[in-house]
């Protein structure tokens, strides 16, 4: 099974709302991220957790606040969002960040989002 | 850091023809070559992916070559389906660096039926 699963698929917030994206996976992956997919776009990495601890911000504005509660989950806070931010939320898992011989990573359905 | 291209960017052929998508990449230490076929409205699906001790990998229908003295690798669908169309990215990865997953532009495939 390489399931990542991702909550919700639809999310619609007006700009002063403080909402949450949810992502899990029971692969045993030590390492999760998050992605954002503009349409017509590849997605561009956001966050890579590591073993429960960030390990890579790629610049991303403090309104996106990504937690890792434990090794299956990772959530990512969301406040004060602006229309641009309009996107598609990938997360994703591979079993190590760093490993000799490589990792695959899987891609869970992502989470639409609206900012109004 | 790497930087991967992607051509071509669409790409329509009939039912039963083959389909080639090629990517070039910069960084010469990128060892790992995932490919992701992602359908309207859902996340990238790994169909198939090479290492770069490896020159070629078939599964079925998909086969991904390799060619680390050019830095390109090439994706081939046999016999394609309607099914198969949705847009292709190809990736590249340092694995013993910083993992970061770097994507090509992607190519829009439609199979005419």
């Known amino acids: 099974d390489t399931e990542v699963t991702q909550t919700p698929k639809h999310l619609v917030m007006g700009m002063t709302n403080k909402k949450s994206l949810k992502c899990e996976q029971h692969m045993g992956h030590r390492a999760m991220y998050w992605y954002k997919q503009k349409a017509k776009k590849p997605p561009e990495l956001m966050f890579v957790y590591s073993y429960e601890k960030l390990s890579i911000n790629e610049s991303v504005p403090s309104r996106f606040s990504p937690e890792c509660p434990n090794s299956s989950l990772l959530n990512l806070h969301l406040h004060a969002l602006q229309p641009e931010d309009s996107a598609l939320y990938l997360c994703?898992?591979?079993?190590?960040?760093?490993?000799?011989?490589?990792?695959?990573?899987?891609f869970g359905e992502g989470s639409w989002l609206t900012v109004v | 850091g790497e930087n991967v291209e992607q051509h071509p960017s669409t790409l329509s052929v009939q039912e039963g023809d083959s389909a080639v998508i090629k990517c070039t990449y910069s960084d010469s230490a990128s060892n790992y070559f995932p490919w992701y076929k992602q359908e309207l409205g859902k996340g990238p699906q790994l169909i198939i992916d090479?290492?770069?001790?490896?020159g070629e990998k078939k599964d079925q229908r998909i086969a991904v070559t390799l060619n680390k003295t050019a830095k390109h690798f090439s994706l081939h669908i046999t016999e394609t389906q309607p099914e198969d169309s949705a847009v292709y990215f190809c990736?590249?990865?340092?694995?013993?660096?910083?993992?970061?997953?770097?994507f090509g532009t992607g190519t829009r495939l439609t199979i005419i039926p």
């Open positions: 994703a898992s591979s079993q190590t960040h760093k490993r000799t011989g490589g990792n695959t990573i899987y």
């Open positions: 090479i290492r770069s001790n490896v």
């Open positions: 990736a590249a990865i340092l694995n013993f660096g910083n993992e970061k997953l770097t």
